[in-house]
C-alpha cells in the first residue's frame, strides 16, 4: 500500500449534491450504529493496540478514538448552530494539535466512548426529525471558504466515521508495522 491508500483506505469524499432520502437514510443509519461498532472493535484491545499507528507517522488507535469524540462533538454542535441561527460561521480547531494533548494521548479510551455514545444517540434523534427546511440549513466553515448544508454535513461524518474505522482496523491488521505512540 501506499501512503495515499494509508492515508485514504475507503477513498476521499464526494458529494453529490443530488441526495435521494434513501441515501440519507442510511448516512443516519451510519450516525446511529458507529458508536457501536467502535465499541465492539476498540474493547478488548491492549494498550499496545491502543498506541499502534495506522500509517507511518500517523495518529494511534487511541487517538484516533480521541479525535472522534471531538470531532463528532464539533459535527453536532455546528448542525444544532445552524438549525437555530442563519448560516452561522462555525469555529474550525487544530485537530492534529488536539491530539497531541494530554486527553488525546490518553491510553483509556472508555471516556471518548461514552461521548461518541451520547453525542451519536443525540445526532440521530436530531437527524430523524429534521424537516427538508431543515436539511438545506447551511453553516459557513470559514477553512474551506465556503457554505456546507446539513445535508452534505451528514455526508461528511458518515464518511468520517467510516475512514476512521478503516484506519484502526488498518492498525489492527498491520499489527504495530507502522510503530506506536
Do not use: C
Amino acid at each position: 500500500m501506499n501512503l495515499e491508500e494509508l492515508k485514504f483506505p475507503i477513498g476521499k469524499f464526494h458529494f453529490d449534491p443530488e441526495i435521494s432520502n434513501d441515501q440519507l437514510k442510511l448516512w443516519i443509519h451510519t450516525i446511529e450504529t458507529f458508536s457501536e461498532e467502535l465499541e465492539i472493535i476498540t474493547k478488548s484491545l491492549s494498550v499496545e493496540q491502543l498506541n499502534w499507528r495506522y500509517r507511518p507517522e500517523g495518529w494511534s488507535v487511541k487517538q484516533v478514538v480521541h479525535h472522534l469524540a471531538d470531532s463528532h462533538m464539533n459535527a453536532l454542535i455546528r448542525i444544532k448552530l445552524a438549525l437555530t441561527e442563519e448560516s452561522p460561521t462555525i469555529r474550525p480547531y487544530e485537530e492534529s494539535l488536539w491530539a497531541q494533548l494530554v486527553d488525546g494521548l490518553n491510553n483509556d479510551v472508555s471516556a471518548s466512548l461514552k461521548i461518541i455514545s451520547g453525542v451519536h444517540g443525540r445526532w440521530t434523534q436530531v437527524l430523524k426529525n429534521l424537516s427538508e427546511e431543515e436539511w438545506n440549513k447551511m453553516y459557513f466553515h470559514p477553512q474551506h471558504q465556503r457554505l456546507f448544508s446539513i445535508k452534505e454535513g451528514l455526508g461528511i461524518y458518515d464518511w468520517h466515521s467510516k475512514h476512521h474505522l478503516a484506519h484502526i482496523k488498518q492498525a489492527l491488521f498491520n499489527n504495530g508495522k507502522f510503530g506506536s505512540v
